[in-house]
């Protein structure tokens, strides 16, 4: 009787738990890159929705009078916030300097529920320049959002009179 040497094939115990180790750490790796992508693709929306509310208070004070139309002290030199949170009686682009809101609010001062997170900080800031002879008023509206970002937008009242 003569003995077959048969050569064993497959893997050893040790080369499998090798293999286990190293494709946990693969996946543990690819899965901790995929979370931080999931819990990051809000922060578009959140930017692009704290754009739209500077952008909608940025064209409400500049469709505004560049002057009082009441002949208040609100000309080029001089700008003051207007008295009373209810923006609807506000008529001129400078009684919006130094405007504030903890939660975005309408223009007759109602609290917008589902923007409640969202703030009109740093304040609005309205101030004069001159660029070829021609007084403009520069308004920059900034925007906080829901996690600290600042968003600031810059537009220009001329008078048009």
Do not use: W
């Given at each position: 009787m003569s003995m077959i040497n048969f050569r064993q094939r497959g893997f050893t115990l040790i080369e499998l738990i090798m293999f286990?180790?190293?494709v946990g750490v693969g996946v543990a790796g690819v899965l901790s890159v995929f979370t931080t992508g999931v819990k990051n693709s809000a922060?578009?929306?959140?930017?692009?929705?704290?754009?739209?509310?500077?952008?909608?208070?940025?064209?409400?004070?500049?469709l505004k009078d560049f002057v009082d139309p009441n002949g208040g002290t609100n000309g080029v030199s001089t700008c003051t916030l207007a008295a009373g949170t209810n923006r609807s009686l506000w008529d001129d682009v400078c009684d919006y300097n130094t405007?504030?809101?903890?939660?975005?609010?309408?223009?007759q001062g109602n609290?917008?529920?589902?923007?409640?997170?969202?703030?009109?900080?740093?304040?609005?800031a309205v101030t004069t320049v001159t660029v070829g002879g021609v007084n403009l008023k520069r308004v920059e509206v900034s925007?906080?959002?829901?996690?600290?970002?600042?968003i600031s937008i810059v537009g220009y009242r001329g008078n048009d009179r």
């Open positions: 286990i180790v190293i922060d578009p929306m959140v930017r692009k929705q704290a754009l739209s509310i500077a952008e909608s208070l940025l064209e409400e004070i500049l405007h504030t809101s903890t939660g975005i609010r309408d223009v609290s917008v529920a589902s923007l409640a997170s969202y703030s009109v900080l740093p304040a609005v925007v906080t959002d829901t996690q600290n970002n600042v």
